[in-house]
């Protein structure tokens, strides 16, 4: 069925202003009426939470430096757009800037406060309902994001095994928040959950595209589908439906093409069908041979006290049985030596 066309569609990423989620501190301002210390917050709608789960995207790498203790309804008095490349947003040289610091947390809180730190803002899609967002990571969080980033490069199961680079959009992480007691009084800091690994293709199809659309790929990822030749990967099949609490949206990038797609090439990757048997057999190294001429393979098992022959035996030839009515053949008499000088 053909789409109507609307202006609408022509809207980027960079026209879309995905709400911040924040927590909500001691020193919170401008929180919801009714909101709790420790509590998720929808800077647009103004919704309470207590946990969500959320697909990562990706992040953006920042310092600030707001030059005071206090906390003021004032801007920083300088901050950098981009951490790694060492320029602030005037245009200074932060390697030369007095007031660095890049592992914040080796400094006491007293002194924290006075530098300029490394902050993090996670970009990631929200669920149920698959909503963009974006979230600010800062202080005392900056370790549990430092820990969430270890567990995506350094989880094998989640490397793509043609680019080497983690397949994000392939779980769900889990979020909550945790009491820290703190010199200057009880603070909430984020909490990653252990990784929710998305199985069903529908969804992990749906991940990849928001995903690329997200971060303006969504052209590339198009070329890519119609670029991948037919019946080069298998297709998923699960028994289980999606949740109904995570149905993905209907995403046009991916369910106009073929099934054919990076995401599957992933999931093959990643997940491996419960046939009873392994799919792709996988070479045993040879050891050697019995002395009844068996090959041995690493695995196998081998009788007690066996000889192993790195050579195969040359086999045994059954002498025949003699015949009961048949005498034993006469031995052949020796020969006589010759005196040759007798000739």
Known sequence: MPDLYRKSDSTTTSEVLPPEIKIVQ??????PEG?????????????????????????????????RETIEDEPPLCWSPDADSNVSANGDNCLKCPHRADNAASLP????????LVHYTIKGIKLPNWEPFMMRVTGISTGEFMRLMSNFLYNPALRNPETGKPMYHSVVVPAKTAKVVTPSGPSYALKFGMFKPIAEQDVLSTSLSVSAELLG??????????????????????????PASIQPPKVRVINDTPPQTQA????????????????????????GYL????????GDLVPAGAVVLKEKPAPKIAAPAQSANIPPATPPKKATPIDIGSL
């Open 109 to 116: 809180p007293a002194v924290r406060r006075t530098k300029c």
């Open 264 to 287: 599957l090439k992933d999931a093959d990757s990643l997940y491996e069908k419960d046939t009873g048997e392994t799919e792709k057999k996988k070479e045993k190294r040879f050891i």
């Open 26 to 31: 001691g020193t919170s301002q401008g929180s």
């Open 291 to 298: 002395e009844d001429g068996k090959e041995i393979y690493a």
């Open 217 to 242: 790929q969504g052209d590339a990822l198009l070329q890519l589908e119609e670029g991948t030749p037919e019946n080069t990967s298998q297709e998923i099949k699960t028994e289980t439906p999606p």
């Open 35 to 67: 909101a709790k210390m420790g509590q998720f917050y929808n800077s647009i709608s103004g919704e309470c939470f207590d946990e969500f789960d959320f697909i990562f995207v990706d992040r953006d790498k920042t310092r600030t430096y707001w030059g």
